[in-house]
Nanobody, 132 residues
């Protein structure tokens, strides 16, 4: 069982930065692949970024590539999402998620890490609002 708690959201002007954190409980955090998703009002939840258990491999949605960076600290049981050059279209509730499936296999195979159904645990979400 893994419990996830996001923090770091807020209101920022376009072009600004935020760093989201996702603190996980459970001794087996380091064995989980982790992902960030976001959901804007009236839209489906969409993939943002993912990272393997070791941190050696990452993947990003095209819309955030070059602006966002996912990382993790397995000692602190925390995964991060550094968001730079924020745009109004980044406004959404951001969720972190954990999967017991082999993230590396998903990334280089069927790319199942892009889909919410591939994840076993979810946080409650944190609001990010980018003003123009």
């Amino acid at each position: 069982q893994v419990q996830l708690v996001e923090s770091g959201g807020g209101l920022v002007q376009a072009g600004g930065s935020l760093r989201l954190s996702c603190a996980a409980s459970g001794r087996t955090f380091s064995s989980y692949g982790m992902g960030w998703f976001r959901q804007a009002p009236g839209k489906e939840r969409e993939f943002v970024a993912a990272i393997t258990w070791s941190g050696d491999n990452t993947d990003y949605a095209d819309s955030v590539k070059g602006r966002f960076t996912i990382s993790r600290d397995n000692v602190k049981n925390t995964v991060y999402l550094q968001m730079n050059s924020l745009k109004p279209e980044d406004t959404a509730v951001y969720y972190c998620a954990a999967t017991a499936q082999a993230m590396g296999v998903m990334m280089f195979g069927r790319r199942a890490h892009l889909f919410p159904s591939s994840y076993d645990y979810w946080g409650q979400g944190t609001q990010v609002t980018v003003s123009s």
